[in-house]
């Protein structure tokens, strides 16, 4: 899988690639009985030691699947990963048939989120999280995505997690988001000693070279990137017509863009997504890379994308026409 890179201050390490399990909790459709039960297994035997989640995903379901995918393996051999901020509790407006596709999860709404960056929300979270993973520990806890609740998660959740973790309750946590600004904020503030940024350090939104991972570097932060596809555009050898740029519709401009560094990459036989994959991997404040997979074919296809490394004639190509920062 590659080798291992020191992921935050409490002695974990994690490989180049780790799995991210919104898939579990039916993202966008639901996974059938036959489908869902073979990714974590094919997760395991591509090498992959690293299993992020939430309880956002399928309103805790994928937290249940990834548990009870993970029970196989013994508990000490993997790094395991979820997140505070929305605490699950029953829906007292669910009616037959009702889902929670309008928040992209393809589940019954038998439960619904409240947003909750408090001590006591925290603890409570984790103390669900715990049930539905069915563990003893949980390894690293992410604040997710409290940009419209800073002061809450710098008064309430940092504090509880930095409480969690002088107890030896976790080894490490940190911020989970689609910003770099807040972050960096949490980065110089916090004793933070991970983060996980989604979609701003990419091949086509590189963002967080500028704020985020030099503050990360200076404070020995471990960064985790995320959504390195930029959901979707980047996912496939070329792009299709169709394609999508951070939840929208690419345009034309951008679509041609990456057409541009397929030919780069085609005349090196290497394709868009292993540069996607490899471009942050390059980055000395990167541990590691999050993909989710939908099925044990895509698992088995992320974990061979960070490896062998992609020759840097093509990264010096790709700079010298402009297709790189």
Known sequence: ???????????????????????LGNLYRPRPEDEWPGI?????????????TAPHYGL??????????????PRDEYVLSTKVGRVLEPNPDHRPGD???????????????????????????VEDSLRRLGVDRIDVLFV??????????????????????????IRSYGAGMNQTAMLTRFVRETDLDIVMCANRYTLLDPSAEQDLLPAAQERGVSVAVA??????????????PDATFVYGAAS??????????????????????????????????VSTVVLGADTPAQIERNARLSAPPVPEAVWDELREAGLLP
Request: aromatic share 8%; no cysteine; net charge negative.
């Open 1 to 23: 899988m590659g080798p291992q890179r020191a992921f935050g201050r409490g002695g974990l390490t994690v490989g180049p690639i780790g799995y991210g399990s919104a898939a």
């Open 40 to 52: 974590v297994p094919a997760a395991w035997e591509a090498g992959i030691r690293y299993y992020d």
């Open 60 to 73: 805790g379901l994928a937290e249940e699947r990834l548990g009870e995918g993970l029970r196989a393996f």
């Open 99 to 125: 889902t929670d596709i309008a928040n992209l999860f393809d589940v019954p709404s038998t439960r619904r989120r409240r947003l909750d960056y408090s001590r006591d929300g925290v603890l409570r979270s």
């Open 144 to 169: 997710h995505d409290p940009d419209d609740y800073e002061r809450e998660a710098l008064e309430g959740a940092f504090p509880a997690l930095d409480e969690l973790r002088s107890q030896g309750v």
């Open 227 to 240: 959504a390195v596809f930029n959901s979707g555009i980047l996912a496939t050898d070329r792009p299709a």
């Open 252 to 285: 034309p401009e951008l679509i041609a863009h990456v057409n541009r560094i397929a030919d780069v990459a085609e005349r090196h036989g290497v394709t868009v997504p292993q540069l996607a994959v490899q471009f942050p991997l390059r980055h000395p404040a």
